[in-house]
């Protein structure tokens, strides 16, 4: 039972649909796509006021092996070197079934962006920090929005799906299949409103309402340490009541505890911020990070996101990223008064020392080495991969921010098959239920690498997509495997 606005009571509102799908970011649009493609009825909520969730904050990159790109510029790629990349940056906790199904779609997922949605991506790959080589291409305006407003255009014209937000997912509706006697989802519970409503699902439901990184007292539940005093780059609403209603019927959840903090933010701005499109444009690839009490460098800055955070973390106060203006030319975001004033500017070394309180001599020295690294070719105190346009260090002016870890990305989520499927405790697939992108777990293992999660929330939304609408319930098992 509800009541409505005059307070009387009134029957819970039902509909049937064919598919409801619970997220509007990557993963959710593409899967609401595909599946409407294929004449299936969609039901597209969220509860946020506003679609697009974090993806809308995502910088626009994303992974793909054997692009025109890298054939382009000569680049070396392959499907097993991805996957061992993004093995080592999760120390093996990756489920190679999904790195596998994920990656060797890597290129034909980019291409359905363009195709599909009209999404134009530069030239140029960018070096993102784990990766052995340049795979990640960037959209034209370093913005999730580059991919997210074509693909919000295109599902608002179909007929077939229909986008709700300020709709919160409450629960699932389940009932019992008769032949073996396990339940399988038919539905969910939602709430707009303050109206509840009851939404049948004759082929099933997909997860895609992200990760949990705001919900603090969840993720401090996970990593203790990680509790009121770290902030993070996510939109408010990345909580971790969907996860919780799935453990209630049995999911199974992978690594939860594996919470990726973003290396390149900055103290001095909330959220996400301006900071890390400098940072992984030039900062890091064209620069250097200083510990400022030492005034030297003490990682490598291409290493993964989870080596770099915890270097960062050890020196117990924020650190400096650093480059002249050569390199900052190289910033995703090109006006850097945009960045300002989280971004300094500096005329000599002096200015640098002086603004962070470093020794201006150890620092020329510091510098002056990692130039001589530069025209070597080698980076041999850290192993920085140095790409074939890295410069010396010395235009000025210098720029620079300060740096602080944020969490940014939970790894852990629910447990799926390569068919996008969550899967029980007990080792089945939960009938009528499939997720995708950062609700799930298992893909980037202990830590992600940058570029990767687009990709993740891309492929597996499509193949949730595909795979629900060809599902028949009546029949334990009955997928199609439609991925690509």
């Known amino acids: 039972m509800s009541t409505n606005t005059n307070n009387e009571t009134m029957q819970t509102v039902t509909r049937r649909v064919d598919a409801a799908v619970i997220g509007s970011g990557f993963a959710g649009l593409s899967a609401a796509y595909e599946a409407a493609k294929l004449g299936k009825r969609v039901l597209l909520i969220d509860k946020m006021p506003n679609p697009g969730g974090n ?27 991805m996957k061992q990349d993004m093995l080592d940056a999760g120390v093996s906790l990756n489920h190679p079934n999904l790195l596998e199904k994920m990656i060797s779609q890597s290129w034909d997922t980019v291409k359905w962006t363009m195709t599909e949605f009209g999404i134009q991506y530069r030239d140029r790959l960018t070096q993102m920090g784990g990766h052995s080589v340049p795979r990640t291409l960037s959209t034209m305006n370093h913005s999730g929005r580059d991919i997210i407003d074509p693909m919000l255009s295109k599902i608002q014209y179909m007929p077939n799906v229909k986008l709700e937000m300020k709709t919160k997912f409450e629960r699932f509706i389940l009932e019992k299949n008769d032949e073996n006697g396990q339940d399988e989802v038919a539905g969910i519970e939602v709430s707009h409103n303050g109206v509840t409503q009851d939404v049948i699902c004759d082929k099933g439901v997909i997860l895609a309402s992200g990760g949990f990184s705001a919900d603090i007292p969840f ?3 996970q990593v203790p340490t ?73 990682v490598n800055e291409l290493g993964n996101r989870y080596e770099r955070s915890m270097a960062i973390l050890k020196m117990c106060h924020p650190v400096v990223c650093m480059t002249d203006s050569e390199g900052a030319k190289h910033s995703l975001e090109k006006d850097l008064t945009k960045l300002e004033p989280t971004l300094k500017a500096h005329n000599s070394i002096e200015e640098v020392a002086e603004e962070y309180g470093m020794d201006p001599i150890v620092l020329r020295e510091t510098i002056d080495k990692y130039n001589a690294s530069v025209a070597m070719g080698e980076d041999e105190d850290f192993g920085k991969l140095l790409r074939e346009d890295a410069a010396p260090l010395v235009k000025f002016p210098f720029y620079s921010v300060r740096l602080w870890p944020k969490v940014h990305h939970c790894m852990g989520g629910l447990h799926i098959n390569s068919d996008a499927q969550v899967m029980h405790v007990d080792g089945y697939p939960i009938k009528g239920l499939f997720a995708a992108g950062e609700v799930t777990g298992g893909v980037h293992g202990g830590d992600r690498l940058g570029s990767c999660a687009t990709l993740d929330c891309i492929a597996f939304g499509r193949i949730a997509g595909k795979n629900v609408a060809t599902f028949n319930k009546k029949k334990e098992g009955d997928l199609h495997n439609v991925a690509t």
């Open 219 to 221: 993720r401090k539940i």
């Open 55 to 81: 993806s809308v904050m995502n910088a626009g990159q994303i992974a793909a092996v054997g692009s025109p790109n890298q054939e382009k510029a000569g680049i070396k790629d392959s499907v097993e070197l």
């Open 226 to 298: 990680f509790g009121e005093k770290v902030m993070s780059t996510n939109q408010p609403g990345a909580t971790a009541e969907v996860i919780k209603e799935s453990l209630k019927i049995s999911a199974l959840p992978v690594q939860l505890s594996h919470i990726q903090l973003g290396p390149w933010t900055s103290p001095d701005e909330s959220g996400f911020g301006l900071a890390p499109f400098f940072c992984i444009g030039a900062g890091f690839p064209y620069g250097i990070i200083i510990d400022p009490d030492t005034s030297t460098r003490f």
